[in-house]
């Protein structure tokens, strides 16, 4: 897991998700994803198989931002997850949606619808910031050829909600 913390206006959202006018300005998430696609290509030896998640926490409530709901004009139009602890206290999101990613380019275009189902609200501190917790979930799923067993690893690239002074909010 990795986390971006700071204060709003520190450039967490920006660190995480990067720019949309320069190449040179990607964040981590998009490099995140090219570094997985060139290693599956340059390890031809295995299968791979990425499966992604988006998920929202605004006011206690959380999200699916790669719903496809096409009648969603609010967050709130989104399927909502439930937080669930099983019988062997393992943590459950219930109703966030698992999306397989073939290419770089699905990966990228599923990063890209859950950015735009995104909340912005306006704070004191910066009229552009997020008061929201993202976190954007990659499941790398590996076999070998002639082998049932499966390797699985999974990554939280967390953008937190801004840590503003409470003197300033």
Not at 29 to 48: D, G, M, Q, W
Not at 56 to 65: F, S, T, V, W
Not at 121 to 139: G, K, Q, V, Y
């Amino acid at each position: 897991t990795i986390f971006a913390y700071g204060q709003t206006g520190s450039g967490k959202t920006f660190t995480i998700t990067g720019g949309a006018e320069r190449y040179e300005d990607r964040g981590l998430i998009p490099r995140t994803i090219a570094y997985l696609f060139e290693n599956f290509k340059a390890n031809s030896n295995c299968k791979y198989a990425l499966y992604i998640s988006y998920l929202e926490i605004y006011n206690n409530d959380g999200y699916d931002l790669l719903s496809r709901e096409d009648n969603a004009t609010k967050l709130e139009d989104l399927p909502k997850v439930v937080l669930r602890e099983d019988e062997e206290g393992n943590i459950k999101l219930r109703n966030l949606s698992v999306n397989m990613a073939q290419r770089e380019e699905d990966a990228l275009n599923l990063l890209f619808l859950g950015d735009t189902n995104r909340v912005v609200a306006e704070t004191p501190m910066n009229d552009a910031s997020t008061r929201s917790h993202c976190m954007f979930i990659l499941w790398v799923e590996s076999t070998l050829p002639d082998s049932d067993t499966v390797r699985r690893a999974k990554l939280h690239l967390v953008d937190l909600a801004g840590s503003e002074r409470i003197g300033k909010t």
